[in-house]
Structures are given as structure tokens and as C-alpha cells.
């Protein structure tokens, strides 16, 4: 059931106080409901009116209203409903006289589960019918727009049935040389293929338009009413006319070599497809996936540390390395795989069916080919690894746009582990959360953003290199109904339903409220604030921070809003027109896990951040890796040439503490130093 409906119920129930009991079950389960009550016909009436229900619950007790006029009103309204019984006990007899009388359920009172059951299945069902009629009107002007459509292109259409033409539009009259429609009539589509191709079409109409399959294109010879040929390439697809199935078929003159076509298809460097055809084939790949066709796969595949492998070899070989990279996909492609250029150095592959096994089986196969391969580029030999993440395609995610997302965040991941690595995303595997706890939990979100129900912790910021003033990180709680709750079980709610912005305001303007409060002392006060993706392409919060900023007129008080490294690489155009903008109004900013990608400090170039907070991952048992120490080490050397203050987050202990100040640290933050605080 979507969990942004509200179900609007109708009782016809003698005691207040029960209906009262059902409603208070409905909404502890997750179901918004907005309800009506009636004991006789006049207040029937009136709720129909005035609320529309969607389901009418009946209770058979009530003496004042029998079943029969209930309907009789209901009906009367032409609106579509549900009529759910609502009985103390299973009674046979009674259940099979609410059934003859148009209820569509029966619920027990002693049973909440199977009542809650009763009443989702209902709805749905009620949902499903609405959805359909409105489906059919939507077909209905579709077809009529089709219709118009049809007669307007220039493109040759015809619509056969069995053989026979049903419909053409004028193109495909002037095509073919005929004056009117009814010269065609009762001319089999046969005839005007040319006899060489003649048993080829006619193959094609017996055999696999009755399996519904058809060639992308076939190319043959047509022939004219005045027995003229002409070369055409001829496009298929299931079609309906008049409520008949049929065939559509469109004639193309060839006006290009089919050669030339085929090169123009192609990526110039690495002999496969451009980004162009290869969008086409992706939504070709999720046309067949909507219609039912399993095992397919879209993959993404980068090689390795890029920037560095182009800085190494020099840019003008960088085609060279990318082309025999290409080459190894290449060799491993199957008959109906593709394969194509999506971005500057993003191979991309769509795999026909295969089962998961078989896919994670090729994929390491090209991981091996790559790494095994020694590339030539130049003067120099060197390897590269490739990281590659993709999605399995089905149903659920037959989605161009939203498959190629699902595929580049995979690719990411992969990527943030180290290189040379996998990440799949299966959308069968990935559960929906469960929808009634999904709205129980965003009912207490907007309830705690409409009443305060936040609450603000803070976490100091300990300075080892002696920076005046105190610097505290701003976390999030939320009252819930037994104790506080963390960010992890609210957020992604808050996101899914589009409250992240709202969310970040409130802490935002809170926090100033705070600043504000602590001007009196004069003490220099650094707040650090996560800020959400739904915020940094908010067009509207940089003015709202200056209207708050200004009202504020703070001296001594200063806001730093944080993101992670991997949120502003995805999006990196409003990432720095927004920190551009906000470093204008006297704010900072600082990147968080920073150092988890290949190259972090490439982002430098494009977000003038001032904090980079090191990326939790080098922190875990410090002491005992050698390794983590020194990258830390490497991380504050360069992030002071570049004159960017680091900040260590996660610190667990005193060695920790001496080890992160003898590699350059600025900043600590950690339990071990303080636990978070109510911020007051």
C-alpha cells in the first residue's frame, strides 16, 4: 500500500467508542485515516457527501441502517468504494448475507492483524480499480493522439493484420505509389515486396510475429504500384487496432549506405559504440526488461587511478591506452552483448542473459584479462586495473535514467574500496523497507519538525596546534517514543519523503540561535554542520542564510558546513557554485571523508574547502598500522602546502592522539575526548 495515501473511512457503527479503538489501530500501524461515522440514513448521507469514502466498514448490528440502504446511498453517489463487514466473531450465515449484499470483506474485531489485512488488501484493490479506469481513459486519448500523429508523419506506417493492410497513413500511400487507402484494400502486404525477399517477410510473419519477436531492422527491396523498386529498411512492433492485435510496420527509404551508418555508430577511438547508440541500446535493454526479459546487466568499467595513468604516460597516448583497453572488453563480448563508450574514460556493457553466477564470472575474466595485459603506450609499458560496478535490469528497475544511476553509484563504491574492485547493484535483493513502519516513523519526523521534536548534541573539536576559541560538532537526535533517536533511523526517511532541506535549516538556525546567545561571552565559537544533498542544489538557502546571518550579527561566532568527499563528486557543478556563494557571506566549509577516493586532493581544484576531515577507515587501530599512520602523514603534508586545516574524526585513545599529532593534525574528535553533549 503507498504510504502517502490517506484512507478515508466511513463507519456505520453503533459505539463511538469502538470505531474509536479501530481508528487508534489503523494509525499505530502506519495508516493515515480520516474518519466518518453514521447510525442512520440521514447521517449517511451527509458523510457520503462530505467525505467521499474509500471504505464504507459495516457493522451488521446496527438496527437503525440495514445493509441494503446503505448500498442503495452509496451507489447513488456513482463513486467507486470498498464495503468491508465488521463482525465480533466468524459467523457463516452472516459472513456469506454480507458477501450476497455487495461486501467486498469481512474483518473481525478480535483479530487486529487480520483486520489491518483486510483493509490494506481492500484498498489496494480499490486503488487498482481506479487506477485501471484511469489507464483506459489515458489509452483512449493516447490512441486518438497516436491517430493524429500517425496521419502527420512522414514516415511510411502501415498496420497489418494477418497479412492485410488495416490502416496506412498518406507517407505510406505516396511510398508506394497508391492514390487512396482503398487501393489497398484486400492487397496482401506480400505483394509489395520485391519476390527476392518475398519468402523472407513471409518467414517473418508466420514464424515470429506469432511469438511476438521481430528483427530491429530487416533491409529487402519494396515494390511500387507501378512495379518500380526501391530499397528499404523496414522497422517492426506489436501494435493494436481496433481492438485487434496487430503488426506495425515502417518503411524507410535507404538514403545512406548501411556501412556508412554503421561507422557513424562508432567511437572513433575505441572501434565500439558512441555514447549516442549506446544510450539507445541501455533503453532498448530496459524496453525488453518492461516487457518481461531476464538476465540482463549493465556494467560500467573505468580503469584505475586515471588522472594518474594519463599523467604518467602523457595525454597525447592516453587514446592509445584507452583503445587497448577497449580491446580486452571486446575479446570477451558474447554474440548479443554490446558494448560502448558513456563518458570520457566509462566503458559501458550491457550483457544479455545471464544468470548472476555468469555475470559475476565474466566480469572477473576482464578484471584478469586487464590486469594480466601489458599496455603499450608510447615509448612506456605499464598495467592498469579496472574498477567495475553495475545492475542487474528487471522489472523494478526498468528505468534508463535510473539504471545508469544505480550503475554509477555502484561504480563509485567499487572504487571508494581500493580499485580493481566489484559492486553490483541487484534490486531483488534489496528488501522495501517495511511501508507501515515507514510511516510511523515519518509521521514522528513531521510531528518533531513541526514541535521541536529535534534535538541538538554537540561533540567538541580539540585543536592541537593551540587555535583559539572552542570548535564543536553539531549532531542530530530526535525524541521518539521511547528515548532519543540517532540520524541513522530518521534520515533516510527524511530523504526518501524530501525533508532533508527542511531538516537542515532547523539545525542550521538553531545553531545561530546558540552563537547569538554565546556573543555576550565574547568567546570565539566554531559550529560544524552536515549539510544533505537536497540543501546544496536548494537554489534558495544561500539568501536564507544571509537574511539569518545578517539578523544574527555575529562577531564572534562562525558556522563551517560539511559534506562528504563522495556527495560533492556526484555533484560537483552545484557543490561549488554553493560554496562559492556561502565563503562570499564569511562562511567556511569542510569536506568529510576526505581521502577515501582515488585522488581527493583532484576535488581540491574545484571546492576551495578549508577543513578536510580524514576519512574515519585510516583511523581503526592506528597504533597497530603502520601504513594508516603514514597515509594520514601524507594527507596533512599536502593539505598544508595547500593551506587546508585537517581534522581527525573517531579518535578512541591517547596513542591515537599522539600518533595524529606527531603526522600534523589540526583537529581531534572522538569519544575518547568527549562524548557528544546536549547542546544548550
Not at 42 to 64: G, R
Not at 110 to 115: I, M, N
Not at 229 to 239: G, K, L
Not at 493 to 506: F, P, S, V
Request: a negative charge; one cysteine or more; aromatic letters at 6%.
Amino acid at each position: 500500500m503507498k504510504k502517502d495515501f490517506v484512507i478515508k473511512i466511513l463507519f456505520v457503527e453503533n459505539s463511538l467508542e469502538e470505531a474509536e479503538q479501530i481508528i487508534s489501530l489503523l494509525r499505530n500501524s502506519g495508516i493515515a485515516v480520516r474518519p466518518a461515522r453514521a447510525t442512520n440514513l440521514e447521517q449517511l448521507q451527509a458523510a457520503v457527501n462530505e467525505l467521499e469514502p474509500d471504505v464504507v466498514m459495516f457493522d451488521p448490528a446496527v438496527t437503525s441502517l440495514n445493509l441494503g440502504e446503505t448500498m442503495r446511498v452509496l451507489d447513488a453517489y456513482g463513486r467507486d468504494f470498498a464495503l468491508i463487514g465488521l463482525v465480533g466473531n466468524m459467523d457463516n450465515e452472516l459472513v456469506a448475507d454480507l458477501f450476497v449484499h455487495g461486501a467486498r470483506g469481512v474483518a473481525t474485531r478480535s483479530h487486529p492483524k487480520q483486520l489491518i489485512a483486510v483493509l490494506k488488501r481492500e484498498f489496494e484493490s480499490l486503488h487498482t480499480r481506479r487506477q485501471v479506469r484511469w489507464l483506459h481513459t489515458a489509452l483512449r486519448e493516447t490512441e486518438r493522439r497516436c491517430d493524429a500523429l500517425l496521419d502527420s508523419s512522414t514516415d511510411a506506417i502501415a498496420y497489418v493484420h494477418e497479412g492485410m493492410h488495416v490502416r496506412a497513413n498518406q507517407a505510406y500511400l505516396d511510398t508506394f505509389g497508391y492514390d487512396s487507402f482503398d487501393d489497398l484494400l484486400g492487397l496482401p502486404l506480400l505483394d509489395m515486396i520485391d519476390a527476392a525477399n518475398a519468402d523472407e517477410m513471409k518467414t517473418l510473419l508466420k514464424g515470429q510475429a506469432h511469438q511476438g519477436k521481430f528483427p530491429a531492422q530487416l533491409t529487402l527491396r519494396a515494390r511500387r504500384a507501378d512495379e518500380s523498386r526501391f530499397d528499404a529498411t523496414v522497422e517492426f512492433a506489436p501494435a493494436t487496432f481496433e481492438g485487434e492485435r496487430c503488426l506495425q510496420i515502417v518503411f524507410r527509404r535507404q538514403m545512406i549506405d548501411p556501412a556508412v551508418l554503421e561507422q557513424l555508430q562508432r567511437d572513433p577511438v575505441t572501434g565500439l559504440y558512441n555514447r549516442q547508440h549506446m544510450l539507445a541500446c541501455v533503453d532498448d535493454a530496459v524496453t525488453a526488461a518492461a516487457k518481461g526479459k531476464k538476465g540482463q546487466s549493465l556494467l560500467l568499467i573505468e580503469p584505475d587511478n586515471w588522472a594518474s595513468l594519463v599523467s604518467g604516460i602523457g595525454l597525447g597516448k592516453a587514446d592509445d591506452l584507452l583503445a587497448g583497453f577497449a580491446d580486452r572488453i571486446r575479446m570477451l563480448l558474447g554474440a548479443d552483448d554490446l558494448a560502448g563508450m558513456l563518458a570520457e574514460h566509462t566503458l559501458g556493457v550491457v550483457l544479455d542473459s545471464r544468470s548472476d553466477e555468469a555475470i559475476r564470472e565474466w566480469i572477473a575474466k576482464l578484471q584478469h584479462s586487464i590486469g594480466s595485459e601489458i599496455f603499450d603506450a608510447g615509448t612506456r609499458s605499464i598495467t592498469v586495473t579496472a574498477s567495475v560496478g553495475g545492475s542487474l535490469l528487471g522489472e523494478k528497475n526498468a528505468n534508463a535514467e535510473t539504471l545508469l544511476n544505480q550503475a554509477s553509484h555502484a561504480l563509485r563504491s567499487a572504487q571508494n574500496l581500493g580499485g580493481s574492485q566489484v559492486e553490483l547493484h541487484d534490486p531483488a535483493a534489496r528488501e522495501k523497507a517495511d511501508e507501515e513502519r515507514d510511516r510511523y516513523w515519518l509521521d514522528l519526523l513531521q510531528q518533531a519538525l513541526a514541535n521541536d521534536g529535534l534535538v541538538l548534541y554537540h561533540q567538541q573539536t580539540i585543536s592541537l596546534q593551540d587555535a583559539e576559541g572552542e570548535f564543536s560538532e553539531i549532531l542530530l537526535r530526535m525524541n521518539g517514543p521511547q528515548g532519543e533517536v540517532l540520524p541513522g533511523f530518521f534520515m533516510p526517511i527524511a530523504e526518501k519523503h524530501n525533508l532533508t532541506g527542511a531538516i537542515d535549516r532547523w539545525v542550521i538556525d538553531q545553531a545561530i540561535r546558540v552563537l547569538k546567545a554565546r556573543e555576550a561571552q565574547a568567546q570565539p565559537t566554531t559550529f560544524f554542520i552536515k549539510l544533505t544533498a537536497a540543501s546544496l542544489q536548494d537554489d534558495t538557502l544561500v539568501p536564507w542564510l544571509a537574511e539569518r546571518l545578517g539578523a544574527a550579527r555575529l562577531k564572534h561566532g562562525h558556522l563551517v558546513l560539511e559534506m562528504t568527499e563522495s556527495k560533492v563528486m556526484t555533484l560537483l557543478r552545484p557543490a561549488q557554485e554553493f560554496v562559492n556563494a556561502w565563503k562570499k557571506l564569511g562562511g567556511s566549509f569542510a569536506l568529510e571523508q576526505f581521502g577515501s577516493g582515488l585522488n581527493s586532493f583532484q576535488l581540491l581544484n574545484h571546492i576551495n574547502a578549508d577543513y578536510l576531515k580524514i576519512d574515519r577507515s585510516h583511523m581503526a587501530d592506528l597504533p597497530q598500522h603502520p601504513d594508516s599512520q603514514k597515509k594520514v602523514a601524507e594527507i596533512c603534508q599536502q593539505a598544508h602546502d595547500m593551506k587546508r586545516q585537517t581534522i581527525a574524526e573517531w579518535v578512541e585513545d591517547a596513542t591515537s592522539t599522539s600518533l595524529l599529532f606527531a603526522c600534523g593534525v589540526d583537529f581531534v574528535q572522538g569519544n575518547f575526548l568527549q562524548v557528544p553533549q546536549r547542546l544548550e
